[in-house]
T-cell receptor, first 114, second 114 residues
Framework: DAGVTQSPTHLIKTRGQQVTLRCSPKSGHDTVSWYQQALGQGPQFIFQYYEEEERQRGNFPDRFSGHQFPNYSSELNVNALLLGDSALYLC?????????????FGPGTRLTVL | AQSVTQPDIHITVSEGASLELRCNYSYGATPYLFWYVQSPGQGLQLLLKYFSGDTLVQGIKGFEAEFKRSQSSFNLRKPSVHWSDAAEYFCAVGAPGTASKLTFGTGTRLQVTL
């Protein structure tokens, strides 16, 4: 049973470019959340997708957008990259119908903006 | 708004010694509480969780945590630390319900000396 997978593992971009990160949830899960983890910090919630719609959003600008596909996989898009967007981006999946919100995390995508 | 405080940025213990990592949370009611561990360059692995019931919860790798409502704390403990426990530890809080966002602390880096 595959866990949460993310691609690519590492990515280097320059300021002003756009980037797309991808996530496949754990088998049987229908909800995907994205987190940004800056160096030396805890993860910060970006947004969450369920039934192909954004359901919750953290304090991130509109440059951060996402999408969820019918197979529950998800993409995170960041436009007009800034140096401060350099971070580890984590995807977490969960099953919405469960009474508790245990989330399983992927290994992350390390984004470096030069 | 929910928040988590991990007052210890860095802790060093000798192998075989006991360990306690502190976590204080702010939330209007009883939240869901989690401890995650992150090894260098890796994603987050769930150690244990508290939703309700017995305030002492057991997790993987010999870890346990105790929920103290009066102190708004959820401290992580291990009676005897192994060198492989060296990692970053994150406490997180989530609103009760299905798949709500997690709010993380800034983490505690554990170093184990031989």
């Amino acid at each position: 049973d595959a866990g949460v997978t993310q691609s690519p593992t590492h990515l280097i971009k320059t300021r002003g470019q756009q980037v797309t990160l991808r996530c496949s949830p754990k088998s049987g899960h229908d909800t995907v959340s994205w987190y940004q983890q800056a160096l030396g910090q805890g993860p910060q919630f970006i947004f969450q997708y369920y039934e192909e719609e954004e359901r919750q959003r953290g304090n991130f600008p509109d440059r951060f957008s996402g999408h969820q596909f019918p197979n529950y996989s998800s993409e995170l898009n960041v436009n007009a990259l800034l140096l401060g967007d350099s971070a580890l981006y984590l995807c977490a999946s969960s099953l919405r119908s469960l009474a508790y919100n245990e989330q399983f995390f992927g290994p992350g995508t390390r984004l470096t903006v030069l | 708004a929910q928040s988590v405080t991990q007052p210890d940025i860095h802790i060093t213990v000798s192998e075989g010694a006991s360990l306690e990592l502190r976590c204080n949370y702010s939330y209007g009611a009883t939240p869901y509480l989690f401890w995650y561990v992150q090894s260098p360059g890796q994603g987050l692995q769930l150690l244990l969780k508290y939703f309700s019931g017995d305030t002492l919860v057991q997790g993987i790798k010999g870890f346990e945590a105790e929920f103290k409502r009066s102190q708004s704390s959820f401290n992580l403990r291990k009676p005897s630390v192994h060198w492989s426990d060296a990692a970053e530890y994150f406490c997180a809080v989530g609103a009760p319900g299905t798949a709500s966002k997690l709010t993380f602390g800034t983490g505690t880096r554990l170093q184990v000396t031989l």
